[in-house]
């Protein structure tokens, strides 16, 4: 056993923190699923223990499993999207464009921008309205003449999320070729020149080279840009306000605890959100702490 | 360097500062302040806020007004926060809420002091007409104080886009479709325009009511009733008739948009509650030529009314400057401050009828005169969460079309309410 005096400084100075996380953060994560595993279905209720009722139940909730449907359609699209358009621009940036500089800060400006903001220009650009009162994104392709790729945006059928994507695109892409450049400017130019030298054409260095070193920085991208999107309230809020055909979890949770004042069907979306974003995340801590443990 | 560490340090300070004076103003002295919490804080709401607050002021030298409003559309930012501040024990001295069954969820958690003596002590039975007393009160208590009455069924129309279709406003359900049809046929308006999702909800109360008919539309909300019966489904097949007539893209607009597409020549018709009103000569339209009013077809002679009203939560920090400030809201003259200026009407029939124009002096008469329903999307009628089931069973509507499946969801919505 090491003294008292090697670990006991240490300890002290980080336990504050050991307890005001454990409090507020697993002690309300725990407070939740204790919610969430009750019949608190009012304010006033007690809440008996009914076990994973609710889970079950909110299955056949009129909204909640469109509200799903309509975050997997935004996170798939969102994520995607984002990390193409990124790894594209940190390409670009990567091969030396002139004014690099100015370029990065254009492209990283609108993570600048709150999501609200964001999403009110967008609320106006996305604007469905037929061809006699167009505005937005639809009367700039009219004027173009490309009338036929007017749309009704996020109000499309069951795809509509897809179109809600486009906003978050727009803003978390720059953030996306920002890691990317970082990972690409962190291969080291000797790999590139071996691999050069052995013949490889510059397509094959970027490849066979350049992306496999990049994993780690794909894997970060996917998770910052995917919990979010998995969490996404403002945004939508934004742009559609509260209506049925832009629902998502978040907006669900929201409007249980706030309208129908049911704490535990709250609590059960709640919980549902954290499990999801839970499968994106835990691989990766798992992932850190290998690779932490195998730096030390 | 060292200027970062100063600012740094000025910028908590500056925090800290804040935290204190937040946390000064809950701790003052109680004889010495009210609080009153709302979400009026703009246009001729705030100012009829402000204009009772300079009343409250001068008639209560000692009690300082704290005006504690929240912003957000119809109140939905400002219950987020009063509900966190009721379960925390720390309620304001009053606070704004819709009057009639939205309060039975604070009334129920046992948030809310009844009012009924203070009306007997402030002679308020006979001075509120007693339809309105019998549907606010709720388990034989009155938990709130009316201040105006705001009117849900009313048919807004462009007298332009009509006469080039060759329609009359029409009074009955029937005419209102023949006319919307027309309007389709000859114009390139909107036959009926409509906003976001809240406002197909709006519509919906005003058709159930011109179909079912007064007596029909308030046994929905009693106990137990009965939303499966033919009738319904008849008033839901007309809304479905009617729906067809909306703009496309309804969803990406609020009910301002909507509104204002019919004094802009956008839209025939629209039906939205009277505080269009205020929108309307904001934008300086001219009542008779950019727009005109009739009740919904088929609801002539009924007030479907939604009310404004201050409550006394359980443990106001200062029960008798809440009580002050309930004595200034439901007196006469109190009501006839406010309703001018936020465009509303006061629900006391004693009202100094010269202080109310145009619409709101035919408004006036009509709440007089009329039978009255109450309203359900603005909290009048149903507990929040049968309007949630209503509100989700007219999002699925819109989503999917299916009449059938609305009406299933109606009766879902009222068995889960009781």
């Not at chain 1, 300890?11 to 725990?30: D, Q, R």
């Not at chain 1, 790894?87 to 500089?101: H, N, Q, T």
């Not at chain 2, 839901?236 to 509104?259: M, P, V």
């Not at chain 2, 079309?401 to 009222?414: R, S």
């Amino acid at each position: 056993m090491r003294a008292k005096r090697d670990w006991l400084p240490g300890l002290l100075l980080v336990s504050p923190s050991i307890i005001l996380i454990g409090v507020f953060v697993y002690g309300l994560i725990g407070w939740n699923f204790q919610l969430a595993t009750s019949d608190k279905h009012t304010n006033i209720a007690d809440g008996e223990f009914v076990g994973l009722d609710n889970f079950i139940a909110i299955w056949s909730e009129a909204r909640w499993p469109g509200a799903v449907w309509n975050a997997l359609v935004f996170t798939v699209v969102f994520v995607l999207t984002a990390l193409l358009l990124g790894w594209l621009l940190a390409l670009l940036l990567d091969k030396g464009v002139r004014g690099e500089a100015g370029f990065r800060t254009v492209f990283l400006f609108p993570m600048a921008v709150s999501f609200i903001a964001t999403g009110i220009v967008w609320r106006w650009l996305m604007n469905p309205a037929p061809p006699d009162r167009a505005v937005g994104l639809n009367a700039l392709f009219q004027d173009i003449g490309l009338g036929f790729l007017a749309n009704e945006w996020w109000l499309t059928d069951r795809w509509g999320m897809a179109a809600m994507a486009l906003p978050a695109i727009w803003q978390l892409s720059g953030y996306v070729m920002a890691l990317f450049l970082a990972g690409f400017r962190g291969v080291s130019e000797d790999l590139r020149e071996a691999a050069r030298v052995d013949g490889c054409s510059e397509r094959q260095v970027y490849w066979h080279v350049v992306l496999p070193q990049l994993r780690p920085v794909t894997l970060v991208a996917v998770i910052i840009i995917g919990h979010m999107s998995l969490k996404v309230f403002d945004l939508i809020v934004a742009v559609a306000g509260r209506q049925l055909a832009a629902d998502v979890p978040a907006i669900y949770m929201w409007d249980q605890v706030y309208e129908v004042r049911d704490p535990a069907m709250g609590a059960t979306a709640a919980s549902y959100l954290l499990l999801a974003v839970a499968v994106v995340i835990v691989p990766y801590l798992v992932w850190t702490l290998r690779s932490e443990r195998k730096a030390s | 360097m060292r200027r970062g560490w100063t600012a740094a340090l000025a910028i908590s300070l500056a925090g800290v500062l804040t935290a204190t004076a937040c946390g000064g103003s809950g701790g003052e002295d109680a004889e010495g302040s009210v609080e009153v919490f709302s979400w009026w804080t703009g246009g001729g709401e705030a100012a009829g806020l402000d204009a009772l607050i300079e009343r409250f002021e001068a008639d209560n030298a000692g009690i300082a007004f704290n005006n504690a409003a929240v912003a957000g559309g119809s109140g939905t930012n400002a219950q987020g926060v009063l509900e966190s501040r009721l379960q925390a024990n720390e309620p304001p001295d009053s606070f704004q809420g819709h009057a009639g069954a939205e309060l039975m969820d604070y009334i129920e958690a046992g948030y809310l002091e009844p009012l009924t003596e203070f009306y007997a002590e402030q002679g308020l039975n006979e001075v509120f007409p007693p339809e309105l007393l019998e549907q606010i009160t709720l388990d034989g208590e009155i938990y709130s104080v009316p201040v105006n009455i705001h009117r849900s069924n009313v048919l807004w129309y462009n007298p332009g886009v009509l006469e080039e279709a060759g329609v009359e406003p029409p009074t009955t359900l029937a005419e209102f479709e023949d006319a919307l049809a027309t309007v389709e046929e000859e114009t390139d308006a909107i036959p009926l325009s409509l906003g976001a999702q809240w406002t197909a909800d709006h519509l919906l109360e005003s058709i159930l009511l011109a179909s079912l008919g007064t007596e029909g539309y308030n046994a929905l909300w009693q106990p137990g009733a009965d939303w499966s019966t033919p009738e319904v489904t008849e008033a839901l097949e007309t809304f479905d008739r009617i729906y067809a007539y909306t703009n496309t893209d309804a969803g990406a607009a609020d009910w301002q948009e909507a509104s204002q597409a019919v004094v802009d020549g956008d839209a025939a018709f629209n039906i939205m509650g009277d505080w269009a009103l205020s929108l309307f000569q904001e934008v300086g339209a001219v009542e008779g030529e950019d727009y005109g009013y009739v009740p919904t077809p088929g609801t002539d002679g009924t007030y479907l009314w939604l009310s404004d009203s201050f409550t006394l939560p359980v443990n106001a920090p200062n029960p008798e400057g809440a009580q002050a400030w309930l004595e200034l809201v439901s007196s006469q003259e109190g009501q006839d401050i406010f309703n001018p200026l936020k465009g509303s009407i006061p629900a006391r029939t004693d009202a100094d009828a010269s202080l109310y124009e145009g619409y709101l002096a035919d408004a006036l008469t009509d709440w007089q005169e009329s039978t009255m329903a109450p309203s359900y999307q603005h909290g009048a009628a149903a507990n929040n969460r049968q309007k949630s089931g209503i509100n989700d069973a007219v999002g699925v509507y819109i989503r999917d079309g299916d009449v059938a499946a609305l009406q299933e969801a109606l009766v879902t919505a009222a068995g889960e309410a009781g």
